[in-house]
């Protein structure tokens, strides 16, 4: 990955023993949790919208629900960061740098922790 280019995590949904994690809407929660942490967000009136942020999207990547956090929202709101690194730990869900490539498809890039 090019090193100007922000970092991608994906918190994957799937236990230890392979099953999928539950709730079965989790990643959308989580993201939905994220959604005011965006560019701009501040602003809120009319114009302001409900949506994810583009920092912390939910995915479904080769059958497996993603949460795609970017780095960016570390240096946006540090507490928002570790609300959701803290939540893939306390649920035991891996945690992989990574990128999506143009198939879509989860490419892992070679990193420490988080």
Request: glycine share 8%; with cysteine.
């Amino acid at each position: 990955m090019n090193p100007a280019q922000p970092r991608l995590f994906f918190i994957q949904g799937q236990t230890l023993d392979g099953r999928a994690f539950r709730p079965s809407d989790w990643a959308e929660r989580l993201a939905g949790a994220m959604s005011c942490f965006r560019p701009g967000a501040a602003k809120g009136g009319i114009g302001s919208f409900i949506g994810y942020s583009p920092y912390c999207v939910p995915r479904l990547i080769d059958n497996v629900k993603n949460v795609i956090v970017d780095e960016r929202l570390k240096a946006l709101e540090p507490m928002a960061w570790d609300f959701v690194m803290n939540f893939a730990r306390d649920n035991k869900l891996p945690v992989v740098e990574g990128r999506l490539t143009e198939e879509g498809h989860f490419e892992a890039t070679p990193t420490t922790a988080p």
